[in-house]
């Protein structure tokens, strides 16, 4: 069956330092992959989106890639800030355009 | 531009008893959805509407939930009896329209909780 795994349940850094969380999948073939944020309380808000041809994204201090040979993305933020503290979920979805299947998270806490 | 709404925000119940949810999705977008989110997992899509018609119910739990969306806009999901195990973060999004990699937006979410 399809599985997303994203790397760990929380990643603790430093203000400052780059903050990289990893998403895994199995048994799927996705066309784009979606990053989105989300802080408590609050429903996600889509961040960045990657398509399967591409290896790259980049939206300020974001930084997406995307291996579909090792059926894996990084997600990068650099000179992280406490206000980047959340919950990032990452977000299949097949060429189909079936619906969005979404890892279970990583929630981000970046101390000062 | 308003994002989506919903409503309630938060709702306690009893098991077997029913409970309904409300969502306005954003002015002109076609596509609907609702999602499940139990504590410390991601959101699971329960139905997905494009205008008033079901594309994807596969996950909805037919012998105790319903949704529709009447006239394409709003949308309702209800749970008749409602399970201990229902207790989770209900989201609705909505997209301009679906597949290709289409931006969701969400709502706050309604959290139910069923003892």
């Known amino acids: 069956s399809q599985k997303i795994e994203q790397n760990s349940e929380a990643l603790n850094i430093q203000e400052g330092k780059t903050a990289t969380l990893t998403c895994n999948y199995t048994n799927y073939s996705p066309a784009y992959l979606q990053w989105y944020r989300q802080d408590p309380g609050r429903g996600p808000v889509f961040l960045l989106l990657?398509?399967?041809?591409?290896k790259e994204k980049r939206k300020e201090r974001l930084k997406v890639t995307f291996d579909t040979t090792l059926k894996q993305s990084l997600f990068h933020i650099t000179a992280s800030q406490p206000a980047d503290s959340a919950t990032y979920l990452c977000?299949?979805?097949?060429?189909?355009?079936?619906?969005?299947?979404f890892g279970k998270g990583t929630t981000l806490s970046v101390s000062s | 531009e308003a994002g989506v709404a919903q409503s309630p925000r938060y709702k306690i119940i009893e098991k077997r008893q029913s409970v309904a949810f409300w969502c306005n999705p954003i002015?002109?977008?076609?596509?609907l959805y609702w999602y499940q989110q139990i504590l410390g997992q991601g959101p699971k899509l329960l139905i997905q509407?494009?205008?008033?018609?079901?594309?994807?119910d596969s996950q909805l739990p037919k012998d105790r939930f319903s949704a529709e969306r009447l006239k394409g806009v709003d949308s309702t999901l209800k749970i008749q009896p409602a399970k201990l195990e229902d207790s989770a973060v209900y989201l609705c999004?909505?997209?301009?329209?679906?597949?290709?990699?289409?931006?969701?937006?969400f709502g706050p979410g309604t959290r139910l909780l069923v003892l």
């Open positions: 002015s002109g977008h076609a596509t």
């Open positions: 999004a909505s997209s301009l329209s679906s597949g290709g990699g289409e931006t969701q937006y």
């Open positions: 977000a299949l979805e097949d060429q189909a355009g079936t619906a969005l299947i």
């Open positions: 509407f494009q205008n008033n018609g079901v594309v994807d």
């Open positions: 990657i398509r399967e041809n591409e």
